[in-house]
């Protein structure tokens, strides 16, 4: 079955870095796109990333220039890595990814900023 696990997560101070990590299983990683999204408490969950098969990538302006998807399709891997961190980014980050018609979402990871 298709499993989605995050790791990487923890507590940093503003403007230093983190870098998640996703290992996927159960599908072809490879032909599949793949997104990060966040929540923060009290808050709907935000698309943070996206990256496509080919490597391609997109973000919202919230985080644009500071995170930087990546993926490894050998080990079937998905990244994030996120520098100049700031008190807002603090949320559960989450790797999801679409299979036919449905969702997948890992367990999550706890990123949090102290200012």
């Known amino acids: 079955q298709v499993q989605l696990v995050e790791s990487g997560g923890g507590l940093v101070q503003a403007g230093e870095s983190l870098n998640l990590s996703c290992a996927a299983s159960g599908f072809i990683f490879s032909i599949h796109t793949m997104d990060w999204y966040r929540q923060a408490p009290d808050k709907q969950r935000e698309w943070v990333a996206r990256?496509?098969?080919?490597?391609?990538?997109n973000y919202p302006d919230s985080v644009e220039g500071r995170f930087t998807i990546s993926r490894d399709n050998t080990k079937n891997m998905l990244y994030l890595q996120m520098n100049n961190l700031k008190p807002e980014d603090t949320a559960v980050y989450y790797c999801?990814?679409?299979?036919?018609?449905?969702?997948?979402w890992g367990q999550g990871t706890q990123v949090t900023v102290s200012s």
């Open positions: 999801k990814t679409d299979i036919i018609t449905a969702d997948y």
């Open positions: 990256i496509l098969p080919n490597g391609n990538a």
